[in-house]
């Protein structure tokens, strides 16, 4: 607590990050050293923040940098063509500019797809240990999905949730998503325009094959937004 309110109150611009030792970690600021004892942080905690390039040793912050940052690409919008088929998913880690249309009711917006866990089986066990494991020949895929509604109506909430999502294979069955005690956080939620929402997903697919995941597709598979896995 000494240690966070010095810092917070002089900035942390000549502060460095140390290890002794025998391990023990310090943060030097001017001529005072202060323990460091780590935040522990879930897989899923951890893995639901962007990870940033790696800081020199001792440094606690990003340098700045010497040149202007790049301008991040459009989003896809799917009428485009992109997207609209499991064929010309859009490609990982793309942000979609998604519309869907609730009764006259249109909502936009910006979906990405911003980490796939491959193999979730332990992760899911991590959550809880009753979630039971994948069939033989069938792996569990998560995504982790991240959700900015851009514009919609002011007064009624969209209600997101996993279920909105399905996963394919090249075997061309449609599955929902897997019904499981999911880690934290989870794709659920009532939001209004301005608001985010960041969760993940989990799906039983087969093994060693390329796999995509749908948004908001009908009961045959149609009108959805695809997003490749790999």
Known sequence: MV???ALAT??????RLVRAPD?????????????VTPLLLSEAELGAIPEGPPLPPGVLQPLPSPTPRA????????????GLSRETAIPLGATCSCSIDRAGQVSQFDLTIVRVLQDANTFLQQANRFNRPPREGSRFVGILVDMKYIAGPEDQAYTVNQSDFHASAPDDLVRDALSAVDPEPRLRGDVYPGSTV?????????RDQPVAAVWQTSFFGERG?????Q
């Open 3 to 5: 240690a966070g309110s």
């Open 10 to 15: 002089q900035g942390l611009g000549d502060a």
């Open 23 to 35: 391990g023990v970690l310090f943060v030097v600021h001017g001529d005072v050293r202060y323990r």
């Open 71 to 82: 301008t991040a690409p459009a989003p896809i919008v799917p009428e485009s063509g992109v």
């Open 198 to 206: 960041r969760g993940w997903v989990f799906f039983e697919l087969p």
């Open 225 to 229: 937004v695809w997003f490749a896995l």
